[in-house]
């Protein structure tokens, strides 16, 4: 089992910056890769970012790429998502899910869920 908890959300302003983390526990985490989610209301679900946990290898959607950064922290079990030069449009909840080995911009392949923080970015 791996738990799950973020953290960050909040309102912000367009052109603003959030830092979202993602603390993570349980067994074997370094064979699992992080990505953090986002759904928007009455839209689905759709990826954001992943980060291996231990090559650092990254992904990024197309609308948020120059713009938001993942990087992970080891010693503590964080990923984080630092949010910069934030839109209206990124206005949504944000999950953070973990899958062994392989990152997908697929979330029916991750197998464990934080339960979002939610990020409101005003006009």
């Known amino acids: 089992q791996v738990q799950l908890v973020e953290s960050g959300g909040g309102l912000v302003q367009a052109g603003g910056s959030l830092r979202l983390s993602c603390a993570a526990s349980?067994?074997?985490?370094?064979?699992?890769?992080i990505s953090w989610f986002r759904q928007a209301p009455g839209k689905e679900r759709e990826f954001v970012s992943g980060?291996?946990?231990?090559?650092?290898?990254?992904d990024y959607a197309d609308s948020v790429k120059g713009r938001f950064t993942i990087s992970r922290d080891n010693a503590k079990n964080t990923v984080s998502l630092q949010m910069n030069s934030l839109k209206p449009e990124d206005t949504a909840v944000y999950y953070c899910?973990?899958?062994?080995?392989?990152?997908?911009?697929?979330?029916?392949?991750?197998?464990?869920w934080g339960q979002g923080t939610q990020v409101t970015v005003s006009s």
């Open positions: 899910a973990a899958r062994r080995f392989l990152l997908s911009t697929m979330e029916t392949r991750y197998d464990f």
């Open positions: 349980g067994r074997t985490l370094n064979t699992y890769g």
């Open positions: 980060i291996t946990w231990t090559g650092g290898n990254t």
